[in-house]
Structure formats: structure tokens, C-alpha cells
């Protein structure tokens, strides 16, 4: 789980605050792409769970993500982008 810049999420006809992300690779074809699914929590520990989803990588970023130094950083800086989300550090 990482931290991310505070974003306000509409859940269930109350603003909550999102702080954290959550990812997990659920697929892999060890090829051209891969399927993550993420949640993004108000807390690391006991966190409500706000939003979730899948997103999946392809070429050529299926190859770069490969290539990273840390691919599992890599992975949640991808994640992030899509979602417009940024890591804190």
C-alpha cells in the first residue's frame, strides 16, 4: 500500500478523503500486458475502501514497466498515472 495526495471521492452521498493505494497484478500473459486491480483506502491500517478497478498495461509500456529497476514502483507510478493520482514519497 502507498500513500498518495488526498483526493475527494463521492461514496455513497458523502465526500470521502482517499489517501492511500492498493495494487495487486491479477494477470499476466508474461508477453505483451498485464491487468492490475487497485483500491484506494482512507487509511493504511483499517482503511474504509473508497474505489477500485482493473487497468491493464500494454505495449510498449507492458515492455518498460518490465525493464524497471523496481517494477513493483513502477507498477503504482503507472497505476497513479492512469488515475491521475500522485504517490507521495
Known sequence: MK???PIQ???NG???TGNYI???IIN???QDSATFYWAIFTANIDGTQL???N???NDPEYDQWGQSADINEAAYEWICDQLLLTLIP
Open 3 to 5: 500513500q498518495i495526495q
Open 9 to 11: 471521492i463521492w461514496v
Open 14 to 16: 458523502s465526500v470521502q
Open 22 to 24: 492498493n495494487a495487486y
Open 28 to 30: 499476466d500473459n508474461l
Open 51 to 53: 474505489s477500485q478497478g
Open 55 to 57: 487497468l491493464t498495461i
